[in-house]
C-alpha cells in the first residue's frame, strides 16, 4: 500500500510511505513477540522485494515493523 499516492503530504517530496503486510508468522508470536525474530522476519520480506525490484532496499529510509502482539496491544 502507497499511501503518499494520494496523499503526498504524508512523506517528503520525492518520497513515498509504503505499508507491506504479510499474512503469516508463527502464532506463538501473539503472545510472545521476540523483536530480534521480528525484525531479522522484515529483512527477509525487504529481501524478497529487492530481488523483483532492485534499488528497492537501498531507498529504505526508515521502517517499522509491527508484529500481531502490536498489533493486538494497540488495535485489539
Do not use: C, N
Request: proline share 9%; charged share 20%.
Amino acid at each position: 500500500m502507497h499511501p503518499t499516492v494520494h496523499v503526498p503530504s504524508l512523506a517528503p517530496d520525492g518520497a513515498h510511505i509504503m505499508s507491506l503486510f504479510t499474512q503469516w508468522v508463527p502464532h506463538t508470536w501473539a503472545t510472545e513477540q521476540p523483536q530480534d525474530e521480528l525484525e531479522a522476519y522484515a529483512d527477509r520480506v525487504i529481501d524478497a522485494y529487492e530481488q523483483v525490484a532492485p534499488g528497492f532496499k537501498e531507498s529504505i529510509l526508515a521502517r517499522q515493523v509491527i508484529g500481531p502482539y502490536d498489533m493486538e496491544q494497540e488495535w485489539g
